[in-house]
Structure formats: structure tokens, C-alpha cells
């Protein structure tokens, strides 16, 4: 129900008893309006209210001892209703005195506790915030906001309980609404009694009314909710868990009934998006008649008018100079200066004269009759407003009135500037004092404001204009339809647009409004509005000056110092009509209490400006309930319709016109949801109370059409747009042609389509409806409107609600914006509001969540996001309210850092594609012709067969890698090896042949006597030859190596648990290492960590003695094993695989072929040489083929970032090899250095080919930027590329670019090649080709070339069945140097039984394959390779392990994180996982802790928009928290293990609902 009124939230404890409310005395009543509106703006405390209050009814209420209070208001509620239902049916003509009822002002307020009652208590997590976020970090957010701020169209007022109309409408032919109507009557007792809610704070529901099936969320027991959390264990989640708590609760909400859903809006069918919007076939219809045009009273004829408005100026100047103009006030109330008629004629003359005459630019005049002026005056000014309009008026140029600009950054400004720049407005007139408060720049000149074309700056006080000659005369012309004088308008978007009016439209809308109003000559007028535009300007500068009237003008900043300045101002000056906005009503009933002796009987007029506002009734009903003592006749209360397109469209004509009385119209929400004009009887919460707006203006016709599509005419109970057509609306939109045929030229058509009128129609963007005696109504503006799947909520409706529910403690009233955002192919609504400084967290969080049930109850619409923002940070627009478009616009850039956050995706969002059902896939039983599965090609491809390629390969004559060691030692003894570069990039340690057998050596003579052969030996040194040199110390006396990362020293108790995990998981009985490392791993530190004693031997090998070797270790055959390889793959599985030596030998000879690798080589390496292919090309690859190493340590790059590239240029490397996690060091590090690095003859042209090594998807983005950064260095936009390894094959792609004797022999490979697949049919495992830049497309590069001797397929990871090349499957590997198997696999050993022998299920059932557990796909390209056949790129798309299943269908974390990542300038770094099936986001913030709760929104639309997944619960965290692995990997497992202990220490946890 959405009335919202003017008295405050009562506290029902105190409320004296109907009867006795009767016998009040009338000042005891005045004064508890009085406390009731000081409450309900915050100008008293809850405390204080409940004290005064007592005092006043304390000798008025019999104690009643031990009744419930909430009983009482029950039997309150129930009296009242009674005694108004039977006087309502007979009252027709409204009393002068008495007051019905029904238009208490509580009721509303009623409304929403009752529809708060129907929640039963229910647990919602609440959102966890770091105390540092809690604290606000501006100063001016703790400032009380200015109660000023209340919004221009002023949400203030609480719309009121549901006002009946107290003039039954009598039927005229309209037998349909006369029905309504009269329900309207009976059925609008009370709102029903369900309210036994007591509406302050702490009271629990006293109701046990079923909880109705909507999603709905806590009410009471939020507050509650965190001491319970503690407490909750279910499905096994342990107690401690905070986290997991509430993630159990938010489950808990979700499996709660929701609101049945919407039909689909469209299904994600793999091939396209339908949208099948089903339309519920119950929803209401309208049934009326459809309506005719209705036409206002002809304009009547006038003696004697004047043929222009400048034509009348003339006249009153020159016959009646001293009579009254405008009356202007200080801040102080006191007159400053009374402008005469005489006086505005002769300024306005000098200032015409001078703007024609004395302003020149190289000897040319700068204006021109027709040029536009920006007219630039502050509103305490209006007597130089004024001036500088009639002077324009006079000069035959056109004002533009607009804001001054305070700073360069106004909301709005920039699109202020726009507009000056489409009119071509060169000149901007203003007073000196304002001139000097402008902003200024350097040169003293005025600034040019961000978006404003460059202006000149003229002052227009008396010493700057001229007098013109005796004979010089303005012309004065009969109103033409040239342009008179151009007003802005800000649009829902926020963009601006300058409504055109002519000269004689704006003379006929002055005589429409003159005949309306009942103007008469010398009236005097008192205005409180804005005179530079829309019914300020109309009544208070144009109409007064065509009947000589005196205006009375009240700044708005003296309305903030003093509210009640409009109504002193209307008895001192006797004033007989006063233009008011409801906000000024409602300001004046909080200060009335000052002034006992004015009277308002001096009033034929009360011209509410805003009256369409739904929400204008309660002040006016208010206003009058006070000021009726004061002499104020109820009929002078008259409210009028208005838009800046059309002007005024109605307004209720004077008591003495003799008009109809005034109507109430009670309607259904639910009805005007779906735009028909309905009484709810079920449902008496949700309804909306309207007052007519009066009658349509004279001279116009007026008509209601469709809001959407054609604008066919509506049925008379049916809600459309209503548009006008008279001489008196705006002509166009300046410069919009396109728009400007759409609102001005609009041709209404009956339902058979035939044109109403030949005449066109402006649309007003009012919505409204014709009621009985030819009334207008009006339910709300287009720019409030919101269509939420299928059915229309006003803005305006919602922002009522919100502030119904306990408003005044938590949140500003007047200072609520309400506004929708597309998502997801639907509107969302998004509800931000200004938070007290002293609510503390729990009662904002509750006061949201019941906000929440209340939109939810009352208008049947989920909300979206609630966000609560500091004190006075919302953008204000220029005379107070909220600016709605630039907050929107900050929500959407992330810029409005609220303080809380509620987002409700779950709720609202009820139109996600199904979820898939997995479909049976080709089964054995499918026919197979040669390669073809069901149509499509099998997905298989191998790289070259090794036993063809004949090559010099005299390493290939050995079995065993460490016999190619002894053979080089001798064959080329001083050949250099490796060379290891240190920080500062000079060589620490270099080995040559011979050298690095020696040492191998002096280890093995080491560990003959004291180990066996075959025993596991772990390796546990810093890059370096000692580690290459150990390792094959290890082969030559029949030990297994294992190499292992050392522990940090830094940071002992994450990496020494992993050292000891890995030393007891490969049952090493002896560790190798330095002096250095092996007393850190028996340091008192280390045994804070692990449990020291129980290392095994520990030998350290930096000093061993030279003995003469023994025999060397001969294996009696190559299967047996050689060496484990051990690494922790992202989803923190730690996996040891085996490689025997003839897979060593294998891998060895594979990637000598592919990257072409011979002695007189050099190639660059900075990987880590502890597992996977980092480890071959360290220790295995440069003694096999011979080539020179360079060795850089990427620890290194941490203290000097260039080091790989300085060295890769001054060694002129042409083959490197790096990690990710290199590249990025290098992009975030040198992107901006490389001119530094130039000058340091840093070249990169000798690059041929770069290869990133990884486990994953290849990074495009950072390939690219690399690439693109250090092209400028020299690097070949070619030269990058990828591999792909895993545990299973260290190395089954590798794409270097073909050169050196190959090439010649033109065997040159092609490059890697970059496909765009569909997002959404990768999915459901499919691929889908589609183009670059397509919707959902996401780009994938080739992994690189498949290496010599290896065979891939893509199979099923369910059926084992072989896949298309159009499907998305696991990629099974066959070759050579796959490893043998698990030597285990730590926590999973079960699972991974069959990774390294399985076969395919149908097909070729006999190769044995290994599954490398990461999902892909190959295509054939156009390229050929060296062979001539088509090359076959495969691409890897992701981990098995990793991908997360929701809705049925497959997501890879990569792809959700990089849309995150995009979303928000301030996050750096994402990770996602899933936890009982909620989406888990966690967000790396770079930035200030203020933007933390910006993301949430963001992040949440992104997923929901590009990945139709709704976010779970939004974690927000500081930079480096998500852990990353030496790859440069993310270990999302680790992550997601820490949340769930609750280590993270997060900024900020949302749990969205």
C-alpha cells in the first residue's frame, strides 16, 4: 500500500484509545502532530518523542493495567474503521471542518508493519565487514545532512494510509468506474488487522499469520542473527565456522518456497536465446470503454491583451511604472529590493541595447537576433533574472536559463555543457556577485567547465550596460512561432535536453493559465518555486507580468534557514495565491509550532506545483489539518500537472469557478502494475490513494494513449500516457529532430487506428487516467517508471514504502533514490538510501531486510540491491533532492561507496535459462566409418613420427641420460653447459662438461656408501648447478632424486610443511642440500613448523672430499625408474609421478626435434627447476643435445625485474623459455620502463621464439600485452608462444618458430593460431566457432605445436567414448616419454587409478593412453605443416578438476574471473570456487577500503549478465590474499579451504540473498 503519510511512526505503546483520542483538547492534538512530524524528520530523538509525549497524554490515558499494547491498537483500528464506514457513503461535499477519518496519516505506516507481520521470524546471515571498513573515513560523513536535502519532489512525506475519496464520483455514463469507485468507498475501511505488529524496533511479532510463499527475508531476527550464527551447525559444518554458518543460513533462506516463478523469459538452447515471454492469463485486463479525446473550456477573449508578452512589459512600464514587479528577500526573510514595472522596462531596454550594440568581436557584432544566451543567475537573485530574460526577450535573443556551476563537477554539469554547445551558445549573462564566485582559472578568467564550450562572461549589473540613444527602440513584435526562450530538462538517463517554446505558445500558456487561475490586474503572488524554469518561471516571471501582478519571490535558501518564510511572507503581503512544491508544505508543518498569529485567510489560491506526485496528497491533507486554524479554506488547495514538454496539463480551478469538488481515487498496486485501474479488495495492503489534478487547461485537448508501441487511445480504466494539444506546449527538443517527432509529433489513434485529430499531440510523460466529472489523475512519470518482468512499478511508490518502515532511526527521509538497471534481459530494481551516522550495523542491516519484505508484500517485486551510503554522499541535484541519474550512473561505475549492501539476486532474478539436462552422448553401439563419429571428425592429432626423422643425433646411441653426461665429459670435456646469473646479472657459477661430471661424481662417492641403489634421495638446494650436479650424482650411484623446492626463509610455516610433506610422501630415507638450507631445517623456526626430528639424514655437499669413484650405477634396463617429479596442482592435490629412463631419454629427444637444439645453441630458461618441463630444460635437455643453458632464476626478478631480458639480449638468445608468473613480473614491472631499458641497449630482435610454460589455458591478454609492451624493444609480435605439460606428459606441446636448418629445408611450422568459441556452448561441452567480437565469444590459443612421437585425442570423461572435433572433452595423451604412473597421489590415490592406462571405449580400443585430466578440443586449421598436411591445433581449455558444475552445466573459474576482473578498475586479482553448490567470488581490492562494498553490485551483474549464474556470496579481500602457486597459478582449493576456517580476514563478506 503505498500511501506514505505526514505524521510520523507512531509508537503504538503510547497511543491513547480511540475514544479518548476524541477528547483531546485541540492544542494537545496540535502538539502531537507537531512531535510527530519533528520525529519523523529527525529532529528529535525516538527517546525524547516517547518522553514529551507521555507528558502530554499523561493526563488524558486511564491506566489500563497488563493489556497487551498491541491489542489495543487492534481495538483502535477496528473502532476507527467503523466509524468512518457509514458517513463516508453520505459525506458528498467535503466539510469545511471535519476531517475524514480515514485519512489518518498512521495508516500507511499500518500497512507495512501488518505486511512485515505476515514474515515469520527468519534467519538471514548477516554481511561481515572488517571494524576498519565500519569506521567512515570522511569527515563530512559524519555531519548531519541538511534537512534541506529532502528531495525536490520530496519522498517525505510517508504516503498516507489509504484515503478514500470523499466525494463518491456520481456516474456519468461511466457505469464501470462508478462501480470501482463506490467499492473503492466500502472497501477501503482501515488497513486490515493484521497490524498487530508493534511497530518499535524491539517488539517481536505478536502475529503467527502464515508466512506467505514469497522468498522473503528476516524481519526482527536480524538483529539477533549474529550471536545465533555462532551457535549453528548443519550438514556437518563445524561449529567454529563463522563462515560456513552463514553460508548454511543463506542456504537455508534460498531452499525456502519462492514466489511462483515467471515463466522463462528465454531458454539458453545452445543454438540461440528464445524469448518467450508468457503472459499470465489471469492478470487483469481492462474492460472499459475506450475513451475520446477530452477538451478544456475554450480560451476566452480578452480585451485589450496584449500581442506579446513583450508587447504587455511595454505597456505596464510605461502607463503604470511604479506599480510592483517582484519583491526579493535576503536570507533573513527581510525585503532587499522591490523591482518596479517601470524599472524591469528600462533595465531590460539597456540591457537589449547594450547585448545588440557594445559587444563585438573584431568590429562584427557578437550577437544576432535569434542567437541563444546562457543566462547564469544564482536563486537568491531574481530581479536580475528577470532583467536579463526580458532584456533577451527585448533584443530578439533566446535565454537559456540554467544552474550556476559551483564546481567543475556537478552532477549533471557536464551534460549542462552539452546543451549550451548543441544551442551554440557563445555568451553566458550574470550577476558580478556570482561572476565571482565562479570557479576561475590561472589567468583569473572563469574556468571552462568539464564538457562546456568555451564562453564569454557578461555581467549585467548597472555599470556594465549602456543607455541607449533617444531615437533606439526595441522592436516589438506580435507573437511569432519563433523561438521565445529555451528550457533544460534532465532526462532518466541523465542526459540533457532544451525544450523549445515560441512566443506565442508561451503568450498562450500565459492566457490559459491567467483564465485558469483567475488572474486579475496588481494580484499579489508569493512563489517558492524555482523561477528559471517550469511553474516557477510560468506563474512567478511570465504570467505576473502579463497582469501587472506583484510576486513575492522566496529563495530556496531561506526556506532551508526558515521553513515558514512562504506562509509569513502570504500574511504580510495578504498574498491571494502562493506557488508551493508539497516539500515546502511539509517543511512549513515542522516549524509551525513558532507561530501563533498568522493567518493563510488572505489565500483564493495554493497552487501545489507537484500535486501529481502520489505522493502530494498527504501534505496537502496534513498542511491543511494544521492550517485550517489558521484560517486556510480547504477548496484553495489546488494542484496542478505539469511536464516541461507540455506545461501545465491541469490544475484544479479556484473555489469560485464553480467546478466540481475534488476526488480521491483508491487503487489497486497490483492493478496499475499491469496499468489498470482496479479496487484491491483481497489485498488491502497494496494501494494506492491519488487526488485529481483537476481539470484539463483551457483551450487544450487532452487525450490518454498506450505508453509502449502505437499510441492507441486507452479504456477509461485503463493507466496510459497522457498527451496534450494546444498552442501552449513546447515546440521541440533543440537540435533532436529524431526525438523530437517522437514527444512533440505524436498522432493518437483510435482502436480501429484512426487518427483522433489531424492536429498533433505532445506526449507529457505523466501517467495517469480521466476520472468521473471529467477530473484528471495522474499515478506517476515515465521517468519513475520501472517495468519489471512484464508489470510497471513507479520509483516514487517504492521509495513511499521504504520510508514506511521505521524510517526516521536508520535513514534520511527525502534522501532515497529508487532506479533500474538492465540485467540479465530484464529491469532490476535498485533502492539506495542515506544512512543515519549513528545506526549501527545490526539495525541498518534489519531496517534493510525489512525494507526488503515490505517492497516485496506490498508492490509483489523483489528488490535487487539495497545499498545504505554515508551521510550527505549522494549527488544532489541543484535545489536539494537527490540527483537520481548520476547515482545511478556511480552504483554502475562502482563509485558510490555505500557503508552496507543487501543484493538479492536470488530472489528477483527469476528468468536464467533452465538448467541443462545432460543428454546421452554417441554411444558404442554408434556406427564408425573411418574417422567419423556421428558426422563429425574424430578429434585426434599426433605429432611426427621420431623414428623417420633421421638426424646427426649421436645421444640417441645411449639408453641412459646420465651415460650422455660421461660421453660429453670426455668427447667434449671444456664445452660450456650452463651458466647461472645472479640478481645483478653477472654469471655466479658456470659448468662445462667435464666439470659438472666431476662434481656429479664427488656426490655419488658420497652417497655409494652410505645409501643403496634404488633408494629416494630428495634434492632440497636453490637453482643452481649444485642442484643439476646432485641430480645426476643421484643417477650415477642408483639413487631416485627427487627435487624439492627449499623452504622460504621468510616464511617457514607455509613452505617448510610442504618440504617435509613431499620428503615423507616419496619415502626419501636421505636429503641433499647446502650448509645454509640444512641449518634452516634444523633452526629452532623451522621446529615451530614441522616436527624437526624426524627429518631423515641430512647431508649437506658444499665441501665434499675428492675420492676416487667407484663403479657407476649401471640400471640393468631403461624402464626402470630414474627420477619422481612431485608438484601440487592448483586444486592442491599433491601429485609425485615416475619417470623411467627411457621416458627421460624419450622427452629429451622429442624436444631436441621440435626446438631444434644442437651444441652450438644457446637458449635462455627462467623457470623454476623443480618439476614438470621447468625441470627438463634445467637439468635434462642442455646435457642431452648439447646446447648452452643460461640459467636465471626467476626468484631473482623479484629484486631486479629486467634481469631475463637483459640477459636473452646481451647473450642474443634466440629460443627462451619463461613462466607466466615471469611474463607478468615483467609486463606489471617494465611496462612502463622500456625506454629506460633502451637506453641500456636492451634488444629483443634476436628472439625468435619465447615459449611460456604452463599447465593451463594459454593467457592470452598477457601474451599479448607482453608481446605489445616490448615490441617497442624489438620483440617479434611472433615470437611468443605456448606448451602444454601436465603430470601425466611433462611436455605434449611446444610451439617454437621453425628456423635454422630446418627451415631451410622448409619445414617451417605455422604460427599459433587464435579461435573464438561461443562462451555458452562451451558450457554444454560443445564448441562452437563464432567470429571476434561476437556476444559470449571468448578468445582460446592454440597450446602450441604436438611434439615429436606424441598421439592425442579428445575423449569423453564419461562414456571413455571418442569426441567430434566439435566437442569439448578430456585430452588423452600417447607417447613415448609419458611418465609410468603415480608414485602417489597424496589424499586422492583411488581416483587416479586409470590415468595412465586406459582405453577408449569403442574405436580404437587397443592404444593405451594416458588422461592428462584437463579438458579440450583440436581443430583443423587451413595451415599446413612441414609434411603438407593440414596442421591440427589443439586447444586447452582448462582443468577437469577445476571446472565448476552449476545449472547442469560446466564453468571454467578462468572465464568468470576474467569478467570479474573486468567489472571495477580497484580489483586486481579474482578467484572463484563453489561451496554447496553457491558460486563463491573472492575479489582482490586494490584501492581504498571505502570502494570494498562498490564491488559486490558489480561483481554480481557481471556473472549474472555474462555467465547467467547468480553470485553466492561476494568475498572481498586485500591485494595478494589469493594464493598462487610458482607457475604463476591460482590454488583456488587453498583459497577456498581458508575461507571456509575463516583466515582470510576479509574487507568485506556479502552474502547475497
Known sequence: ??????????????????????????????????????????????????????????????????????????????????????????????????????????????????????????????????????????????????????????????????????????????????????????GSSTSSSASSTSSHPGGRSVTTTNTTAHAALNANAAATALADLMAHTQLGVPVNSRVSSKIQQLLNTLKRPKRPPLREFFVDDFEELLDVQHIDPNQPKPEGQHTSPLEG??????????????????????????????????????????????????????????????????????????????????????????????????????PVPIEVPLTRKDAGSQQIGFLLGSCGVTLALTTDACQKGLPKAQTGEVATFKGWPRLLWFVTDGKHVVKPPKDWHPPIREASNDIAYIEYKTSKEGSTMGITVSHSAMLAHCHALTQACGYTEAETI??????????????????????????????????????????????????????????????????????????????????VADGANPWSISSCDAFLNVFQARGLRPEVICPCASSSEAMTVAIRRPPEMGVPPPGKAVLSMGGLSHSVIRVDTEEKLSVLTVQDVGQVMPGALVCVVRVEGTPYLCQTDEVGEICVNSGSTGVAYYGLPGMTKNIFETIPVTSSGIPVSDRPF???????????????????????????????????????????????????????????????????????????????????????????QAIDSIHQVGVYCLALVPANTLPKAPLGGIHISETKQRFLEGALHPCNVLMCPHTCV??????????????????????????????????????????????????????????????????????????KGTVASTASCLQLHKRAERVATAL?????????????????????????????????????????????????????????????????????????????????????????????TDDLPRKKSPQMYKPPTPEMLAYLDFSVSTTGILAGVKMSHAATSALCRSIKLQCELYP?????????????????????????????????????????????????????????????????????????QTEALRLRNVNLSCVRTCMVVAEERPRIALTQSF???????????????????????????????????????????????????????????????????????????????ILPGVKVIIANTETKGPLGDSHLGEVWVSSPHNATGYYTVYGEEALHADHFNTKLSFGDTQTVWARTGYLGFLRRTDLTDASGERHDALYVVGSLDETLELRGMRYHPIDIETSVIRSHKSIAECAVFTWTNLLVVVVELEGSEQEALDLVALVTNVVLEEHYLIVGVVVVVDPGVIPINSRGEKQRMHLRDGFLADQLDPIYVAYNM
Open 1 to 186: 500500500m503505498a500511501e506514505r503519510t505526514s505524521t510520523g511512526l507512531l509508537t503504538m505503546m503510547l497511543e491513547p484509545t480511540p475514544a479518548v483520542a476524541m477528547t483531546l483538547p485541540a492544542e494537545v492534538r496540535e502538539k502531537l502532530a507537531e512531535l510527530e512530524l519533528e520525529l519523523s524528520e529527525g529532529d528529535i530523538t525516538q527517546k525524547g518523542y516517547e518522553k514529551k509525549r507521555g507528558k502530554l497524554l499523561a493526563p488524558y490515558i486511564p491506566q489500563i493495567q497488563g493489556v497487551d499494547p498491541s491489542l489495543q491498537i487492534d481495538n483502535r483500528i477496528q473502532a476507527s474503521s467503523q466509524a468512518v464506514l457509514p458517513g463516508s457513503k453520505h459525506n458528498k461535499s467535503r466539510a469545511a471542518n471535519t476531517r475524514d477519518e480515514r485519512f489518518r496519516s498512521d495508516l500507511h505506516t499500518e500497512a507495512v508493519q501488518a505486511a512485515l507481520a505476515k514474515y515469520k521470524e527468519r534467519k538471514m546471515p548477516m554481511p561481515s565487514k572488517r571494524r576498519s571498513v565500519l569506521v567512515q573515513s570522511s569527515v563530512e560523513a559524519c555531519t548531519p545532512p541538511d534537512t534541506s536535502s529532502a528531495s525536490e519532489d520530496e519522498g517525505s512525506l510517508r504516503r498516507q494510509g489509504r484515503l478514500a475519496t470523499s466525494t463518491p464520483y456520481q456516474g456519468h455514463g461511466h457505469l464501470a468506474v462508478e462501480h470501482w469507485f463506490n467499492r473503492v468507498i466500502q
Open 297 to 398: 473550456e475554450p480560451l476566452g477573449v480578452v480585451n485589450n491583451w496584449p500581442p506579446s508578452l513583450p508587447a504587455a512589459l511595454q505597456r505596464w512600464g510605461s502607463t503604470q511604472p511604479k506599480s510592483p514587479c517582484l519583491t526579493a528577500l535576503d536570507n533573513a526573510g527581510k525585503p532587499v529590493y522591490t523591482l518596479t514595472y517601470g524599472k524591469l522596462w528600462t533595465r531590460s531596454q539597456k540591457l537589449a541595447y547594450t547585448l545588440l550594440n557594445k559587444l563585438s568581436t573584431r568590429n562584427e557584432p557578437l550577437l544576432m537576433p535569434g542567437d541563444r544566451v546562457a543566462l547564469v543567475f544564482p536563486n537568491n537573485d531574481p530581479v536580475m533574472f528577470m532583467v536579463a530574460f526580458y532584456g533577451c526577450l527585448l533584443a530578439e535573443l533566446v
Open 526 to 607: 508569493t512563489n517558492v518555486l524555482d523561477f528559471k524554469r517550469e511553474a516557477g518561471l510560468w506563474h512567478g516571471v511570465l504570467t505576473s507580468v502579463m497582469n501587472r501582478m506583484h510576486v513575492i519571490s522566496i529563495p530556496y535558501s531561506l526556506m532551508k534557514v526558515n521553513p515558514l518564510s512562504w506562509i509569513q511572507k502570504v500574511h504580510t503581503y495578504k498574498a491571494r495565491v502562493a506557488v508551493v512544491k508539497s516539500r515546502d508544505m511539509h517543511w512549513s508543518l515542522l516549524a509551525q509550532r513558532d507561530q501563533r498569529d498568522i493567518s493563510l485567510s488572505s489565500l483564493r489560491m495554493l497552487i
Open 762 to 852: 505532445t506526449r507529457t510523460s505523466l501517467l495517469g487516467f480521466v476520472g468521473p466529472d471529467s477530473l484528471v489523475f495522474v499515478v506517476g512519470k515515465m521517468d519513475g517508471l520501472m517495468v519489471v518482468s512484464g508489470r510497471r512499478h513507479n520509483a516514487d511508490d517504492v521509495v513511499a514504502t521504504a520510508l514506511a518502515v521505521e524510517p526516521m532511526k536508520f535513514v534520511y527521509r527525502g534522501r532515497i533514490a529508487v532506479f533500474s538497471l538492465s540485467v540479465l534481459h530484464d529491469e532490476r530494481i535498485v533502492v539506495v538510501a542515506e544512512q543515519r551516522p549513528d545506526a549501527s550495523e545490526e539495525d541498518s542491516f534489519q531496517w534493510m531486510s525489512r525494507v526488503l
Open 910 to 983: 527469476t528468468n536464467l535459462p533452465k538448467p541443462r539436462q545432460k543428454q546421452p552422448e554417441v554411444g558404442p553401439a554408434s556406427m564408425i566409418v573411418g574417422n567419423l563419429v556421428a558426422g563429425k571428425r574424430i578429434a585426434q592429432a599426433c605429432g611426427r613420427d621420431v623414428a623417420q626423422l633421421e638426424d646427426n643425433d649421436q645421444a640417441r646411441k645411449f639408453l641412459y641420460i646420465q651415460d650422455v653426461l660421461q660421453w660429453r665429459a670426455q668427447a667434449t670435456p671444456d664445452h660450456p653447459l650452463f651458466l647461472v646469473l645472479n640478481a
Open 1008 to 1100: 655409494m656408501g652410505r645409501l643403496n641403489t634404488g633408494d629416494h634421495v630428495a634434492l632440497v638446494y636453490p637453482p643452481g648447478i649444485d642442484l643439476i650436479a646432485t641430480f645426476y650424482g643421484c643417477l650415477y650411484a642408483g639413487c631416485v632424486p627427487v627435487t624439492v623446492r627449499p623452504p622460504h626463509p621468510q616464511n617457514l610455516a607455509t613452505t617448510l610443511p610442504t618440504v617435509k610433506m613431499i620428503v615423507e610422501v616419496s619415502k626419501s630415507v636421505c636429503i641433499l642440500t647446502t650448509q645454509a638450507i640444512m641449518k634452516l631445517l634444523k633452526s629452532k623456526e623451522a621446529a615451530a613448523a614441522v616436527d624437526t626430528k624426524s627429518w631423515p639424514m641430512v647431508l649437506d
Open 1160 to 1232: 652450438s645453441r644457446q637458449i635462455a630458461i627462467c623457470l623454476d627447476p623443480y618439476c614438470g618441463l621447468g625441470f627438463a630444460l634445467w637439468c635434462l635437455c642442455s646435457v642431452y643435445s648439447g646446447h648452452q643453458s643460461i640459467l636465471v632464476p626467476p626468484l631473482e626478478l623479484e629484486s631486479n625485474a629486467s634481469l631475463w631480458l637483459a640477459a636473452v639480449s646481451q647473450y642474443k638468445v634466440r629460443v627462451t623459455f619463461c613462466s607466466y608468473s615471469v611474463m607478468e613480473m615483467c609486463t606489471k614491472g617494465l611496462g612502463s
Open 1267 to 1345: 608481446s605489445k609492451i616490448f615490441k617497442d624493444l624489438g620483440l617479434s609480435s611472433r615470437a611468443v608462444s605456448t606448451t602444454f605439460g601436465c603430470r601425466v606428459n611433462v611436455a605434449i606441446c611446444l610451439q617454437p618458430n621453425r628456423l635454422g636448418k630446418l627451415a631451410e629445408q622448409g619445414t617451417a611450422g605455422p604460427d599459433p593460431t587464435t579461435v573464438y568459441v561461443d562462451m555458452r556452448a562451451l558450457r554444454h561441452d560443445r564448441v562452437r566457432l563464432v567470429e571476434r567480437g561476437s556476444p559470449h565469444s571468448l578468445p582460446l590459443m592454440e597450446s602450441g605445436k
